[in-house]
């Protein structure tokens, strides 16, 4: 977290909500009372975030639509997302999310 005086995180977008960095992170940012915003391919796999009050945006990095308007009213994003696997997935998708989707995400 952004320690410098006078930068408060009111609100933020995670994205790898569902992996064991975003967990962790939003956790953190819910002990701070940060409004969290989250991204996840999977939204069944979150009614625990969406029982503490987390809102959950369904999507992809892969998906460039996905970020026009869930960034709305965020003032601070984590991106904590990636492809991982071995090394027999086709190199497309690690390019496609890891590579693109941050490009995406940044833009």
């Not at 940012?29 to 796999?45: P, S, Y």
């Not at 970020?67 to 390019?95: K, S, Y």
């Amino acid at each position: 977290m952004d320690k410098q005086p006078g930068r408060i995180v009111k609100s933020a977008f995670v994205t790898g909500a569902t992996g064991f960095v975003g967990l962790h992170l939003i956790d953190s940012l819910l002990n701070r009372n940060v409004q969290v915003r989250a991204l996840t391919r999977d939204i069944a796999r979150c009614n625990q975030l969406r029982d503490r009050g987390v809102e959950l945006v369904c999507g992809d990095l892969s998906e460039p639509q996905v970020f026009e308007n869930c960034l709305q009213g965020i003032d601070t994003v984590f991106h904590t997302a990636a492809i991982m696997g071995p090394p027999t997935l086709p190199w497309e998708l690690f390019r496609s999310v890891n590579a693109d989707g941050t490009r995406s995400l940044m833009r």
